[in-house]
């Protein structure tokens, strides 16, 4: 299933950018029909663009990460690419606010194959993360939830990943250069969720804790490296 023209590959040039969507749209079966049971379900289409798909399948395994945690699960999509980079050792934390959506998302890596090697907690991200704290040190964290949350689940990363961990965030690209206003955001996004997203750029980018940079895809994919 080819991106939406909102999640397209971030390049100006349009042949270029089909072209690199086209090369990192590699859905199989299982992501597919993920999309389609994701709508029969009567549940938003935000999962992660297919190409971002393949980008959180390479971070992870390019950090060779074997603990996870995922801040917003939906149906389980990018888990699945996140846990096939992770491979057999790999174990998946996953955090989903709604039952309905964790039961699909439960289904999803029951289809995939996966189901022993993740844990779907169902609540406020902020009070399960917490409680995960524990199990750390992490050695990835996948972000793609609520945006005002953002700066309070980097603050989280910066405790409970280790030295070379990675944090990625997914839609940074909420507000543009030139000060986006928030009824022109994208996704209906408050000026507060804009507020948030600039305060977490620039923590990943400038912050002593994370050695950070923007990818430039369509909605921006935040990728910081803790260095201390």
Not at 70 to 84: F, H
Not at 207 to 227: D, H, I, N, Q, Y
Request: one cysteine or more.
């Amino acid at each position: 299933m080819a991106d939406t023209a909102a999640k397209t590959y971030g390049c100006t040039d349009v042949v270029t950018a089909e072209y690199a969507v086209k090369a990192l749209t590699l859905e199989d079966d299982i992501l597919q029909e993920v999309r389609a049971r994701t709508a029969a379900a009567g549940m938003p289409d935000i999962h992660v663009a297919a190409s971002d798909g393949r980008h959180l399948q390479v971070l992870a395994a390019a950090v060779g990460a074997k603990k996870a945690v995922e801040v917003g699960t939906l149906a389980g999509y990018s888990g699945v690419c996140l846990l096939r980079g992770m491979g057999e050792g790999g174990f998946l934390h996953t955090l989903e606010l709604h039952q309905k959506h964790a039961d699909v998302a439960a289904e999803t890596f029951r289809r995939a194959g996966v189901s022993n090697r993740v844990r779907i907690h169902v609540g406020k991200a902020s009070e399960n993360l917490q409680k995960l704290s524990a199990e750390g040190p992490f050695d990835l964290v996948f972000l793609d939830a609520d945006k005002a949350g953002y700066p309070g689940y980097l603050a989280w990363a910066a405790e409970n990943l280790r030295v070379g961990g990675v944090v990625i965030a997914d839609n940074v690209f909420l507000w543009d250069s030139i000060g986006r206003s928030a009824s022109d955001a994208r996704g209906g996004a408050t000026q507060g969720d804009i507020d948030a997203m600039r305060r977490f750029n620039e923590t990943v980018i400038r912050s002593e804790r994370f050695m950070g940079t923007l990818l430039p895809t369509g909605e921006g994919l935040a990728l910081g490296v803790k260095v201390r």
